[in-house]
């Protein structure tokens, strides 16, 4: 008794394709398309036409991603505050970042995982007034970020955020 190997469809109507095609082109016929292509749209014919279908369909697209986050928000509400960030994503699926723009969309606060940066964005009122003082002793925003120990580029954001004038008075 013999091995028996059975073959899947899929390699029957392709090679049957083949054979079709092979046996056109020594008829020198042109082989007939494997399927018909769906009708696309017609161009658009002046660009404001093509400015107004581009809109639509990046709204399009704009409204199907604000469905998913809203889906997400619903399934992640019962972990508000119990589960972080990244644990929701490897819950459900999806990315860290599809997690935090959902939760911050609905006002669900995520849990910060020990270890991590706090959620606090921004100076310390401590910062802030040292930040003050540096400012109206004369001094750089670069010894004032010394100073306080966060980067230059930090003290500067945080100075043009809260009025905070570096450098030369006129």
């Known amino acids: 008794m013999g091995l028996q190997q059975t073959i899947p469809d899929s390699l029957i109507k392709a090679q049957a394709m083949i054979d079709a095609a092979v046996a056109a082109f020594e008829r020198s016929e042109k082989p007939a398309p494997a399927e018909a292509k769906p009708a696309r749209r017609p161009p658009a014919k002046s660009v404001e036409e093509l400015h107004v279908s581009m809109a639509a369909a990046v709204e399009a697209k704009a409204k199907k991603r604000r469905a998913e986050r809203d889906k997400l928000a619903a399934k992640i509400r019962p972990y508000a505050g119990d589960l972080s960030a990244n644990q929701l994503a490897e819950k459900f699926g999806v990315s860290t970042g599809l997690v935090r723009k959902a939760a911050g969309e609905h006002g669900i606060d ?52 809260y009025g905070v004038q570096f450098g030369r008075k006129p």
């Open 110 to 161: 995520l849990k910060v995982a020990p270890g991590h940066r706090h959620t606090h964005v921004g100076p310390t009122p401590e910062q802030l007034r040292e930040m003050r003082t540096q400012a109206a002793g004369g001094a750089s925003v670069a010894d004032a970020a010394r100073w306080i120990g966060v980067p230059r580029g930090t003290v500067g954001y945080w100075a043009k955020k």
